[in-house]
């Protein structure tokens, strides 16, 4: 019979396994020249450049297929991917994203649900930029919660498994000891941290490292917050054991 412990160690050992590499369809029309953004090099790491103002683009058309490229690990395709879909997410609008979120939740389920935890925490980063926009955009996301949460339950609490992310370029994935906050326990949670202060560390002695737990967790109350009054119901149907972040603010 399956206990909880049996549950946490097979979720660390699906976060640390290596998973089939896929050709995406975003790799396909980079290739293609049909991408319109390219690699802005001399300008500091995570820097692209667009031959078009992103606020132009057709958000139904192109924000699905930078979603589909945050399953890609190489180097230019990881990074114009991530850095394209956050600044096409930020440049369309509230109107335009609402439009493209029914063509983005594929893409995005997918790419939370590669086992790849690089590609698990950039398409988390993505969906708290998705929410940062409007709280339309949190609430038209909750009946979607079914397709992207389930993905999510089995690495809440993974709390020794560790990636990169200040450079997109390292797509690593590591297990290290799990070192608490001094300041914060789970309740309050450094998963806090990720919506208030971007740019600092979470967890660990090193700015590029990221306990993979906490940006779930981070994620979750980002849609507990701006989801409006279903969210968290819906949150708790799809993960039973997520707590409220109301009680932590």
């Known amino acids: 019979m399956r206990n909880a412990a049996t549950d946490l160690n097979a979720s660390r050992a699906k976060a640390t396994t290596q998973p089939r590499r896929v050709r995406t369809r975003f790799r396909q029309k980079y290739d293609a020249g049909e991408i319109p953004a390219r690699v802005a090099h001399g300008t500091g790491a995570n820097a692209i450049a667009w031959r078009v103002d992103p606020s132009a683009l057709d958000a139904s058309a192109y924000l699905p297929l930078f979603i589909d490229g945050l399953k890609e690990t190489k180097h230019p395709y990881r990074l114009l991917a991530v850095r394209g879909g956050i600044e096409l997410t930020r440049a369309c609008g509230e109107r335009a994203l609402l439009d493209a979120l029914p063509r983005s939740v594929l893409p995005m389920k997918e790419a939370l649900g590669t086992g790849d935890m690089a590609v698990t925490a950039v398409a988390l980063e993505l969906l708290r930029e998705f929410v940062k926009v409007s709280p339309s955009i949190g609430e038209a996301l909750v009946p979607y919660y079914r397709n992207l949460l389930p993905a999510l339950n089995a690495l809440k609490d993974v709390s020794d498994v560790y990636v990169s992310l200040v450079n997109l370029t390292d797509c690593r994935s590591w297990r290290e000891p799990h070192r608490r906050s001094r300041v914060t326990d789970d309740a309050s949670d450094v998963a806090d941290d990720v919506d208030r202060f971007p740019s600092r560390e979470i967890v660990g002695c090193g700015r590029s490292k990221r306990n993979i737990g906490s940006l779930v ?15 968290l119901v819906n949150i708790k149907y799809q993960i039973p054991t997520y707590q409220s972040c109301v009680r932590c603010e």
């Not at 994620?219 to 969210?231: F, P, S, Y």
């Open 217 to 231: 967790r981070a994620t979750l109350r980002a849609l507990e917050r701006r989801g409006g009054a279903d969210a």
